[in-house]
Each structure stands twice: as C-alpha cells, then as structure tokens.
C-alpha cells in the first residue's frame, strides 16, 4: 500500500525539498525518515483514519506525523512541491490551466457574514398559559 502512496519516482523529485534530520548527539531514537513520515500522513489523509490510528506498523508514530506536519507547514514546503510538481505537469503537457477549477466553499466570510435579526416576541406568547 505504501509503494502506492509514494512511488520511487515521485520520492526522487520531491527529496531535496525535505529537512535533513540528524540524530542528537546525546543519544535517543534516531530520527524517522522524511519518505517513511510522508507516507504515513499521506496514507492518513487518503484513509480519513484519525492520527492516533495510525498502524505502527507504518514505521512512525503519529506524534511524529504530527510534529512534522507542522514544521514542513511552517517551513513551506508544501507550497515547494505543489508549485514543483504543478510546472512538471505543464512540461509534459498535462495541465491545462483553463481545466483547473478553484473551489473556494470553504474560504470564510469576513465577520462571519449579517447576523440575523432577532425573532420579535408574539404579544399571545407573553399571555400566561393553562397547559
């Protein structure tokens, strides 16, 4: 399953971009491969499991998913391999950005949009009632 997430050829183009992590000097676990952690968070996104359900088995566990998540986010570097692989796709003539479609549903409304006006009483409601 995980050759399908991120074949060889894709790993190849995309390497360079990812941190080099080093084991500390003082000891410990050493540091879990970039592809092994890629995989992983790709294989959570196209699963929809959530984070503590990942499969140890993966090779990683998923506060490491999660911690490299957010430093690769910080960093940029999913804008790095989307803008790396978009230009690769027009190169062999595979995007054509006519055909792209933007879906901005979940861009949010400045101030959340008018808020409704208040519902005013009915006068038969301030009535006391025999029920």
Do not use: H
Not at 30 to 53: H, M, Q, S, Y
Request: with cysteine.
């Amino acid at each position: 399953m995980s050759a399908r997430l991120l074949t060889d050829e894709l790993w190849n183009e995309i390497e360079a971009l990812f941190p080099v992590y080093e084991p500390s000097p003082d000891g410990g676990r050493p540091p879990v491969e970039n592809r092994v952690v890629l995989t992983c968070i790709l294989f959570v996104l196209k699963t929809g499991i959530a984070w503590e359900d990942l499969p140890l088995e993966m090779g990683c566990s998923y506060k490491t998913c999660k911690r490299r998540l957010a430093e690769w986010s910080e960093l940029g570097i999913w804008q790095l391999i989307f803008l790396k692989l978009l230009t690769r796709l027009r190169a062999a003539g595979r995007l054509q950005l006519a055909d792209v479609l933007i879906d901005a549903g979940l861009v949010k409304a400045p101030l959340g949009g008018q808020k409704p006006a208040r519902i005013p009483r009915i006068a038969a409601g301030l009535a006391a009632s025999i029920i």
